[in-house]
């Protein structure tokens, strides 16, 4: 059984991608409160041009988390996973 972790918001930090003419500020509230990701923790905003379809998103959020331990725990599961189903003949 593995040890369970206790994982700090503090070690996420979110990055969003708009077009031109979006309410930036809005987007970062929505993003945050949907989260709970403070917008402290947010990266700069890529703002691309204005695309072909205006109001229809809320942008697009990227979401890192940085954690040794996390990453190295799902890593090996991620090549436990991969070796059983590279077993069942699932994976060429």
Not at 12 to 41: A, M, R, V
Request: with cysteine.
């Amino acid at each position: 059984m593995t040890e369970e972790r206790k994982i700090s918001i503090d070690r996420f930090k979110l990055q969003l991608q708009i077009h031109q003419g979006d309410n930036q500020k809005e987007f970062e509230k929505y993003w945050s409160d949907l989260t709970k990701i403070p917008l402290s923790n947010f990266q700069k905003t890529i703002i691309r041009p204005a695309g072909n379809k205006p109001g229809k998103s809320k942008g697009t959020c990227k979401v890192r988390f940085s954690d040794k331990i996390v990453y190295n725990s799902l890593d090996q599961r991620l090549k436990l996973l991969l070796e059983t189903i590279s077993g069942c003949g699932a994976v060429g």
